[in-house]
């Protein structure tokens, strides 16, 4: 298995490092976009907790919603392409990302929040002054679940024609003695995931120093 491996790998070099950047464009843009929307989001519902309970559970159903079920649905809607799995990876990169900003700015310390508005600070100040750097790490946990959870989500694009490493292990399951080629496919998606959590991991730590 090890000498086909190898033989794959050579002779279809270029092939799988494209599909290995399209797998990361998928996921990583798909993320962003959801924290542009997920983080306002968040933060509207932290000070709106009458409607939070509804929307947070609006976003839970999605999660109940199996991926290739909503992926079907978004081909029906906008076609086959990299498009339809970057909405795929939007809807499931909610949750994440639009609770753990609810939480951690509801959880945040009042004595911080009073001292704050002692001082004269305005709900706009207080919010982005002492609420949002005090609830940063349970933000950022979710935007780190949100990007893992996004790799596996784009594995199922191939299934549109977006491409991404999902391409690479439906070629393999397809034909009689793929395992070599599932196994790289797979392994790709493993090292994307824990990549992606280490750059990440570094990214805090810098912003900390």
């Given amino acids: 298995m090890i000498q086909e491996l190898m033989n794959y790998v050579s002779t279809n070099a270029s092939y799988i490092i494209n599909q290995f950047a399209i797998h990361i464009y998928i996921s990583v843009i798909g993320v962003v976009l959801t924290l542009i929307v997920g983080f306002p989001l968040g933060v509207f ?10 929307v947070i559970g609006m976003i839970n159903v999605i999660q109940t919603i199996p991926s290739i079920g909503m992926l079907t649905v978004l081909l029906i809607v906008m076609g086959l392409g990299k ?3 970057i909405a795929t990876v939007f809807l499931y990169s909610l949750l994440p990302i639009v609770n753990n900003t609810y939480v951690g700015l509801n959880n945040v ?40 959870i996004s790799v596996g989500i784009t594995t199922i ?27 790289v496919g797979a392994f790709l998606c493993a090292l ?14 810098q912003e900390n120093e």
Avoid at 143 to 148: D, E, H, I, W
């Fill in 157 to 183: 694009g191939s299934f549109v024609g977006a491409g991404g490493l999902g391409d690479i292990i439906l070629r393999g399951i397809t034909i009689t003695d793929g395992k070599s080629i599932i196994f």
């Fill in 83 to 85: 498009n339809t799995v």
């Fill in 109 to 148: 310390d009042p004595v911080y929040v009073d001292s704050a508005r002692g001082v004269g600070m305005s709900r706009f100040q207080v919010l982005y002054m002492v609420k949002v750097p005090l609830a940063l790490p349970v933000i950022l946990a979710g935007v780190r679940n949100a990007l893992v």
């Fill in 192 to 205: 994307i995931a824990l990549g992606m959590d280490r750059v990440f991991n570094w990214l805090v730590k």
């Fill in 45 to 54: 519902l932290s000070v709106n907790q009458k409607v939070a309970t509804l």
